[in-house]
RNA sequence: GCGGACGUGGCGGAACCGGUAGACGCAACAGACUUAAAAUCUGUCGAGGGUAACCUCGUGGGGGUUCAAGUCCCCCCGUCCGCACCA
């Protein structure tokens, strides 16, 4: 029995699966058609362990659904665009599209080895021009049909890398690079129209359409377009005001509580607003409120801290019932961006205008009444009463509840002229410009004289330069000095490039579709996108599940309206897989280390360790018990030990300590170790369990992995222990036990070659051995956990079946060759290398991958007898066993004759026995 | 602040519609094989008590519904995630 070798087996099956093509994809449409597909890797270099994962778990279904008779499309492709490779160009000063490509080679390499059923033959890169042609085609298309437009809008400026941030890239109002302080800027920019979408996005998330999507992403999306009911109405300026000019119909606003009308007390506008602009012109101080609000922060924290701040303005406006009037106030808390960018402040009934009506001393009369209070003696206590009520001090609404006083104030108004109700969605227009290099140029020219006009369709794609400036920051495409001048293809005059890319989750948004047909002349062809999509099971990170999902939901849609695709969801199964996590290592300099580094010492080692590192340790706890400027009287032996170093006075210093804050939190006799460069022995401690980052140094690398185990243990491993939706724990005993399993299963085979030449499985078994039955159940457990992603649970079956094979070790040939057979298959989606050496060693015909997944026999699912749990007075107390098919009436004399059963029941009287069928019996006495 | 998910042995986790809590794996311990170690194999493995059969307790805490609760309901505690001045 030779010991199983990965690295010469693995390999050997790569290259036959490549030989066979077993895994391109054909035409034929004859077939049930399965598409799966894992969310494609940025090459940002090498492949990490969490890559590893998510493309396991979409490879065991894809070869299951192959091994049921699907025709199965599962393609791989480069998501190339974007910062990383541009910041490395003004690093290195190699050319981002070098990197890239460079770094997709190796990745593919890698991939390749983890003996995946991709069909390669599709493979893309996103920054290649024949996928971007496709993406310049379309925006011209949704150009024309009223979906891309553009507008003036204010973006998040770097001062420094002079370019627009995303939110997510502003850190503490600052710049995550340059951390310059982030600018709010004017700048005309591209737009896709995803809010003409909004209502729909919303309605699939409910009707059905994403029934195959987990609950928590549904929600995220919700919340993220964030529909909400109100009145959008005009409050008139008071009769004695002079409106400014362009604002004579006074101040529109949207508000979802109209029934608290009657407790406004003030209206308030954004200082983005253009009255706010327009007012400023004459009243200085009021520009000068508004550039402050400009360069407040936008973090959290800011946000969370900044006071309500407020300058009234001259103007006032009429209460639209009453004849109060109200004042005009420019507010901080009042976004642009929502509704219309002015409130009505009701301060009785919300928090914020409470705030800000108490700091300005304005009046907060409470008009809902919570029920069972007293109008005539109810006052608000010190905050604003939000919940549901009788409305009143409110002429008309009085008495109404809150919902019904809605819709009486939204009529009324409608009658008035003055508003109507509407539907706000908290999602906005997607703005796609990015003063980038890396990244798809928009097809566009601006001219002097015809404005902005799209190139025209021979002249695409618009390709980068490839000579390109990274060395200062900026926009290189802006300053390339011959790129942007071309001439208008209207007028024939001078005209400009746009210089903007685009925001690369576009790239992302349709490259599924363009996976299932690639024609040169167009996106997609529409007859073979109809028969692939949609996407059967996506998989991916839940870090996705609110931009790229819905980016890609809205340009679905957007392809359907231009007549590319039918489908309006692009997946109709969303799986999101958890993490690989790791623990985190810190040596006594506070450096963390890499866990390949980190060694358990031995006795010897750890007293050197501790002779020269328990003094910082003692002062380490002290620091932390009594906080800084203690003093601290060492141990003799720590005492000596520093004088001896010299460091006796060193130790006062604060920094000096610092260095090993990390260890103070482990005991030192937990304390493992590493080597500094000098090769002295450190002290380390682990610490938090946490996504692997490369900062951390708490990453595997799966080449490594791969080197030692193969390829399978680690796809075996990120399978097996935690469930697929959870983070799981990457830990050496871990993968050590998945190629324990391995030589388990090859020692299984190997002791049985060629068997399923001598024995015919076509030729029937009446056997119902405890091994055939182990096999059934076996296969009827793994299917229909591999059909609900338990992989976990699919594994921990395997193991059980494992070890029924190997205790029946006198079952008939017959029923070891059925076991092993089904074995091989059943283990084939989740290691495919050792399961085609199995099946070739076995005797099996052809390749596995090739070979139908096994079908479990009913009759041998059901057992003849089963053993019931008796328990008496909800307390189990005995275990019965019964035929499967007795009837309730047996099962109770069985259960009452039993003699720990009688024992328990002794002396009481039995009031009541229930029969659970196939599950318990319960007696109740006393 | 709003919304959501989760909490089970030393660890990762099973437990389907409420029906024998702890499947399977890891770690640990004992034994076999070995000059020895590794590997492998066999066994033990929630806590407490008992020679034993067995008994008591036990799914974050408290209460409730039920013949029966990890599972359902109410309250509390803790962890994680999303959104966040959204009118």
Request: net charge negative; glycine share 8%; proline share 6%.
């Amino acid at each position: 029995m030779s010991r199983y070798n990965p690295k010469e087996v693995e390999p050997k099956w790569q290259q036959r699966w490549n030989e066979a093509r077993s895994f391109e994809t054909g035409a034929s449409k004859d077939r049930q058609k399965y598409y799966v597909l894992e969310m494609f890797p940025y090459p940002s270099g090498r492949i990490h362990i969490g890559h590893v994962r998510n493309y396991a778990m979409g490879d065991v279904i894809a070869r299951y659904k192959k091994a049921c008779g699907y025709n199965v499309l599962h393609p791989m492709g480069w998501d190339a665009f974007g910062m990383p490779a541009e910041n490395a160009a003004m690093q290195t000063g190699s050319h981002p599209a070098k990197w890239t490509y460079g770094n997709i080679d190796i990745m593919r390499g890698q991939l390749k080895q983890m003996g995946l059923a991709i069909d390669w033959s599709r493979e893309f890169a996103t920054c290649d021009a024949s996928y971007y042609v496709h993406q310049q085609r379309m925006f011209l298309e949704f150009w024309q049909a009223g979906l891309a437009y553009r507008k003036e809008s204010q973006v998040n400026w770097d001062p420094v890398d002079q370019t627009v941030l995303a939110n997510e890239q502003v850190i503490d109002g600052k710049g995550w690079r340059s951390g310059a302080p982030v600018e709010r800027r004017k700048l005309s920019q591209w737009f896709f129209k995803i809010t003409d979408y909004a209502e729909d996005l919303l309605a699939a998330l409910d009707d059905g359409r994403l029934s195959g999507w987990p609950d928590n992403v549904k929600l995220m999306q919700k919340n993220w377009i964030g529909k909400s009911k109100g009145l959008q109405m005009r409050f008139p300026f008071a009769p004695d005001v002079k409106a400014p000019a362009g604002f004579g119909d006074g101040v529109e606003v949207f508000t979802t509580r109209p029934d608290t009308l009657y407790g406004a007390s003030f209206v308030a506008i954004s200082p983005d607003h253009p009255l706010a602009a327009e007012l400023a012109k004459t009243d200085k101080d009021l520009g000068k409120f508004i550039a402050e609000c400009a360069s407040a922060g936008t973090s959290e924290e800011a946000i969370e801290k900044a006071e309500k701040r407020g300058y009234k303005t001259s103007l006032e406006t009429s209460h639209p019932f009453d004849e109060r009037k109200l004042p005009v106030y420019v507010a901080n808390f009042v976004l642009m961006g929502y509704g219309t960018g002015a409130i009505f402040g009701c301060p009785a009934h919300d928090q914020r205008d409470y705030d800000f009506a108490t700091k300005y001393g304005l009046a907060i009369p409470p008009v809902v009444l919570p029920d069972g209070a007293d109008a005539a003696t109810y006052k608000l206590d010190g905050e604003p009463y939000i919940g549901p009520g009788k409305i009143f001090n409110s002429d008309f609404l009085d008495g109404l509840s809150v919902s019904d006083a809605i819709a009486a104030a939204i009529k009324k108004i409608e009658e008035m002229g003055l508003g109507q109700g509407v539907t706000q969605y908290r999602l906005r227009d997607w703005g796609v410009s990015r003063q980038r290099y890396w990244g798809c140029p928009i097809p566009a020219i601006h001219c002097d004289k015809c404005g902005i006009v799209p190139v025209p369709e021979k002249d695409l794609p618009v390709v980068l330069p490839e000579e390109a400036d990274f060395s200062v920051p900026g926009n290189p495409l802006d300053r390339h000095p011959t790129w942007k001048h071309v001439d208008c293809p209207q007028c024939g005059g001078k005209g400009r490039r746009e210089t903007d890319t685009f925001d690369t989750f576009i790239d992302s948004s349709w490259y599924f579709a363009r996976f299932a047909s690639q024609p040169e002349d167009k996106p997609v062809d529409k007859d073979v996108a109809d028969y692939w999509l949609p996407v059967d099971q996506y998989i991916g990170g839940i870090e996705h599940a609110i931009l790229h999902l819905l980016y890609a939901r809205f340009f679905t849609r957007a392809m359907k309206k231009v007549g590319h695709l039918s489908v309006d969801e692009p997946f109709a199964n969303l799986f999101t897989q958890g993490m690989v996590v790791h623990a985190t290592y810190m040596d006594g300099y506070g450096h963390w280390v890499l866990p390949e580094d980190i060694f358990t010492p031995t006795e010897d080692e750890l007293k050197k360790i501790h002779a020269t590192w328990l003094p910082r340790y003692e002062l380490g706890h002290e620091l932390e018990k009594k906080g800084p400027g203690f003093s601290h009287k060492f141990s003799e032996t720590s005492q000596k030990h520093l004088e001896r170093c010299g460091l006796a006075d060193k130790f006062t210093d604060r920094h000096f300590i610092g260095t090993a804050n990390f260890i103070y939190h482990t005991g030192p006799e937990d304390w493992l170790a590493c080597k500094s460069h000098e090769g002295l022995l450190l002290p380390v401690a682990s610490g938090a369990i946490e996504k692997m980052s490369k900062s951390k140094k708490n990453v595997v690398s799966p080449e490594g992995i791969a080197q030692t185990y193969g390829a399978d243990a680690a796809r075996w491993f990120m399978l097996s222990d935690s469930p697929p939706e959870r983070d799981v724990e990457w830990t050496d005993s871990g993968v050590e036990g998945a190629w324990k399993l391995i030589n388990r299963i090859w020692d299984a085979v190997s002791a049985a070659p060629g068997i399923l030449k001598t024995v015919d499985l076509d030729k029937a078994s009446d056997d119902k051995t405890e091994l055939r039955q182990a096999t059934h159940a076996a296969i009827a457990g793994v299917t229909d956990d591999i059909d609900h992603f338990r992989f976990n649970k699919a594994i921990a079956r395997i193991y059980e079946f494992l070890n029924a094979l190997k205790k029946a070790g006198d079952a008939s040939d017959w029923a070891k060759a059925e076991a092993l057979s089904a074995l091989a298959r059943l283990v084939a989606p989740f290691i495919p290398h050792l399961a085609e050496e199995c099946w070739e060693t076995l005797g099996g015909k052809d390749l596995i991958c090739d070979a139908p997944w096994p079908k479990a026999d009913p009759a041998l699912l059901a057992k003849d007898e089963i053993v019931l749990g008796v328990q008496v007075n909800g307390k189990r107390r005995a275990e019965i066993t019964v035929p499967a098919e007795a009837d309730n009436k047996t099962v109770e004399e069985a259960a009452l004759s039993d003699a720990d059963v009688k024992r328990h029941i002794d002396g009481k009287t039995v009031r009541k026995v229930v029969v659970v069928p196939k599950r318990i019996v319960n007696i109740v006495a006393n």
